[in-house]
C-alpha cells in the first residue's frame, strides 16, 4: 500500500514534469537565478536548521568527515547558490536535435534530448544535494522528488522550501521541486516502487544505501557514488608530485566518494617513498594500515586486513599495499575497485597508457588527484552523483546525463508499403 503523501507528491510532480518539459531556456534560466537569490536571502534560516542538524548529529556520534559533509557555512550556502548561477550559463539540452538522416521512402528522421520525466532522489546527509539536484532537474525540464536522510532532516526541509517557493514564483509549475519529509523508512521503500510517477531513481549515499536500492527499487535506478579509489605509484613516477597527489586525495575531504582510500607503491620505489609521505599523512591525521612490506618500512602502523583493502573509509584512514609492478596493481584495482575513480601516478607514458585503457572505471587518472571527479571540476556545473555503473550513463552526471532522446520524423504522406 503506497502512503497518501507518496501518491499525492507522485502525481503533483507528474503533472509539473508535463510542463516542464516545454518551457523555453529563458524561463528555466529565470526560474534558476531567482532560486539562487532565494537561497542567499534565506541565508540565516538555512543555517539554524542546519545547526539544529549538526547539534543531533555529534550527539549520535556521527564521524569528523561526515559532520564536515553536512556542516553548511555562509561561504558553502553563496556556493550553492553559484552552482545554481553557473547552470544558467551551460548550453540547454532540451529540445536539441542531434543528428538529422532520410529513413525508408525519404522520411526525416531525428534524434531530439528531452527530459526523463520525475526523477526521484535518496540521499544522505547532504544538504547541499538538495540544491544541486533541484537546479540540475530545473534546467533539464525534469520534476523532482527528494528523499534526504534523516541526519539533515532540517537542512534539507528549509532548502527545499526555499527553492520550492522561489521557483513557483518565477513560473515553474508547483510540484517542480518536493522533498519527503516523513522519516519513517518504510516511505523509502515504498518510494522505490513508485513506478506510477517516477521515471528513475537515483541513489546518493553509502554502499548500504546504494546497495538497498539497487536490490530493491523497481523503478529503474542509476547507481552513483561507492568510492573505493586507489592511487598507484609506479617505479617511473615523480615522487614528490606522488606525495602531493595521495596527501589531497586522501586528505581534502576525505568523507566524499572520490577521495583516495587505497595506496599501491612499486616495490623499486617502497623504500624511499612510503617512510616520507606516511610521515606527512600521519601529520595530517591520516590513520595508516599496511600490508606486511609495507610495515617492514614503515613499522608503527597497523596492519591491514583484507576488509580494508575493500573499504570505503569516508575518513581519515588509509590503506597501503607494496606491489611487484602494474599489472599487479592493476589486479589489485580491479578485485577490490568500485569503478568510481583510479589514479597512476608516473612518468612513464606507456604505463599510463596501459593504466588508462586497461583499468575500468568511470573516471582513471594519470597524475592527478582523484578529488577532481566532480561536475564542477569537469566544467559540468553542479552534478547529480557519480554513477558507477555504465547504463544509461557514467561517471559525472550533469545535464545531459539527466536526459533521454525520442526519435522526431517529418513525412509528406508517406505510408509503408
Known amino acids: 500500500m503506497i502512503n497518501q503523501e507518496l501518491r499525492d507528491k507522485g502525481s503533483r510532480a507528474k503533472e509539473a514534469s508535463r510542463i516542464l518539459a516545454s518551457l523555453s531556456t529563458d524561463k528555466k534560466n529565470n526560474i534558476l537565478a531567482a532560486m539562487?537569490?532565494?537561497?542567499?536571502?534565506?541565508?540565516?534560516?538555512?543555517?539554524?536548521?542546519?545547526?539544529?542538524?549538526?547539534?543531533?548529529?555529534?550527539?549520535?556520534?556521527?564521524?569528523?568527515?561526515?559532520?564536515?559533509?553536512?556542516?553548511?557555512?555562509?561561504?558553502?550556502?553563496?556556493?550553492?547558490?553559484?552552482g545554481l548561477r553557473a547552470l544558467v550559463s551551460l548550453p540547454d539540452p532540451i529540445g536539441g536535435v542531434e543528428s538529422m538522416w532520410k529513413g525508408a521512402q525519404d522520411i526525416e528522421i531525428g534524434r531530439m534530448r528531452v527530459p526523463l520525466g520525475v526523477i526521484g532522489i535518496i540521499?544522505?546527509?547532504?544538504?547541499?544535494?538538495?540544491?544541486?539536484?533541484?537546479?540540475?532537474?530545473?534546467?533539464?525540464?525534469?520534476?523532482?522528488?527528494?528523499?534526504?536522510?534523516?541526519?539533515?532532516?532540517?537542512?534539507?526541509?528549509?532548502?527545499?522550501?526555499?527553492?520550492?517557493?522561489?521557483?513557483?514564483?518565477?513560473?515553474?509549475?508547483?510540484?517542480?521541486?518536493?522533498?519527503?519529509?516523513?522519516?519513517d523508512r518504510d516511505i523509502v521503500a515504498q518510494l522505490m516502487k513508485l513506478n506510477q510517477y517516477l521515471?528513475?531513481?537515483?541513489?546518493?549515499?553509502?554502499?548500504?544505501?546504494?546497495?538497498?536500492?539497487?536490490?530493491?527499487?523497481?523503478?529503474?535506478?542509476?547507481?552513483?557514488?561507492?568510492?573505493?579509489?586507489?592511487?598507484?605509484?609506479?617505479?617511473?613516477?615523480?615522487?614528490?608530485?606522488?606525495?602531493?597527489?595521495?596527501?589531497?586525495?586522501?586528505?581534502?575531504?576525505?568523507?566524499?566518494?572520490?577521495?583516495?582510500?587505497?595506496?599501491?607503491?612499486?616495490?623499486?620505489?617502497?623504500?624511499?617513498?612510503?617512510?616520507?609521505?606516511?610521515k606527512r599523512l600521519r601529520q595530517a591525521g591520516v590513520e595508516i594500515r599496511g600490508d606486511q612490506r609495507t610495515r617492514d618500512l614503515v613499522p608503527d602502523i597497523n596492519e591491514a586486513s583484507e576488509e580494508d583493502y575493500g573499504k570505503e573509509f569516508l575518513d581519515l584512514i588509509l590503506a597501503v599495499k607494496v606491489v611487484d609492478n602494474l599489472e599487479q596493481a592493476m589486479a589489485h584495482i580491479?578485485?577490490?575497485?568500485?569503478?568510481?575513480?583510479?589514479?597512476?601516478?608516473?612518468?612513464?607514458?606507456g604505463h599510463a597508457r596501459t593504466f588508462l585503457q586497461g583499468v575500468d572505471a568511470a573516471a582513471v587518472y594519470a597524475n592527478a588527484s582523484t578529488r577532481f571527479t566532480d561536475g564542477f571540476q569537469f566544467g559540468f556545473g553542479a552534478e547529480i552523483g557519480i554513477s558507477t555503473q555504465k547504463l544509461h550513463t557514467r561517471g559525472p552526471m550533469g545535464l545531459k546525463e539527466l536526459t533521454t532522446i525520442k526519435y522526431i520524423i517529418y513525412g509528406d504522406g508517406q505510408i509503408r508499403k
Do not use: W
Open 36 to 82: 539562487a537569490a532565494a537561497l542567499e536571502e534565506a541565508e540565516l534560516q538555512i543555517l539554524i536548521e542546519n545547526a539544529l542538524d549538526m547539534t543531533q548529529a555529534k550527539e549520535n556520534g556521527m564521524s569528523k568527515a561526515l559532520l564536515d559533509r553536512l556542516h553548511l557555512t555562509p561561504a558553502r550556502i553563496k556556493d550553492m547558490a553559484d
Open 334 to 349: 580491479q578485485k577490490y575497485g568500485t569503478g568510481h575513480s583510479e589514479a597512476i601516478v608516473t612518468e612513464h607514458y
Open 123 to 183: 540521499y544522505e546527509a547532504r544538504p547541499n544535494v538538495t540544491a544541486d539536484a533541484a537546479g540540475l532537474c530545473l534546467k533539464t525540464g525534469n520534476a523532482v522528488i527528494l528523499r534526504g536522510g534523516s541526519d539533515a532532516l532540517n537542512s534539507n526541509r528549509i532548502i527545499t522550501e526555499v527553492l520550492a517557493q522561489a521557483a513557483e514564483a518565477a513560473g515553474a509549475p508547483a510540484g517542480s521541486i518536493q522533498s519527503i519529509e516523513n522519516p
Open 199 to 278: 521515471d528513475v531513481l537515483i541513489p546518493r549515499g553509502g554502499a548500504g544505501l546504494i546497495q538497498s536500492v539497487v536490490l530493491n527499487a523497481t523503478v529503474p535506478v542509476i547507481e552513483t557514488g561507492i568510492g573505493n579509489c586507489h592511487i598507484y605509484v609506479d617505479s617511473y613516477a615523480d615522487l614528490k608530485k606522488a606525495e602531493e597527489i595521495i596527501v589531497n586525495a586522501k586528505c581534502q575531504r576525505p568523507g566524499v566518494c572520490n577521495a583516495a582510500e587505497n595506496l599501491l607503491v612499486h616495490e623499486k620505489v617502497a623504500a624511499e617513498f612510503l617512510p616520507k609521505v606516511c
